[in-house]
């Protein structure tokens, strides 16, 4: 059975940093490019960051550019996501899913339970 874990949330003052996991396990974690999302309160869902299945493209929401990164280990089947000069606009809770195909795109199969992000001071 397919599922994704994420872990790493919490409070985390302004300018802070947090560093994401999103464990996979299940399926064929090298051949599925991975994203991350974010949900606030009140809002739609939003895309923040994705890598392909081999690490090689990444993509950036134009709000989390130049303070997160993503990466990913095959071998632990795991992608992260560092965010780094975190702000209050950044409080949501953060999704990783999973797209059965090498390269990122708009739609996703598989979503874990999501990981609250709150920046506050």
């Known amino acids: 059975q397919l599922q994704l874990v994420e872990s790493g949330g919490g409070l985390v003052q302004p300018g802070g940093s947090l560093r994401l996991s999103c464990v996979a396990s299940?399926?064929?974690?090298?051949?599925?490019?991975i994203g991350w999302f974010r949900q606030a309160p009140g809002k739609e869902r939003e895309g923040v960051s994705c890598?392909?299945?081999?690490?090689?493209?990444?993509t950036y929401a134009d709000s989390v550019k130049g303070r997160f990164t993503i990466s990913r280990d095959n071998a632990k089947n795991t992608v992260y996501l560092q965010m780094n000069s975190l702000e209050p606009e950044d409080t949501a809770i953060y999704y990783c899913?999973?797209?059965?195909?090498?390269?990122?795109?708009?739609?996703?199969?598989?979503w874990g339970q999501g990981t609250q992000v709150t920046v506050s001071s």
């Open positions: 890598i392909s299945s081999g690490g090689s493209t990444i």
């Open positions: 299940g399926f064929r974690f090298h051949y599925y490019a």
């Open positions: 899913a999973a797209r059965g195909v090498l390269r990122c795109g708009s739609t996703y199969d598989e």
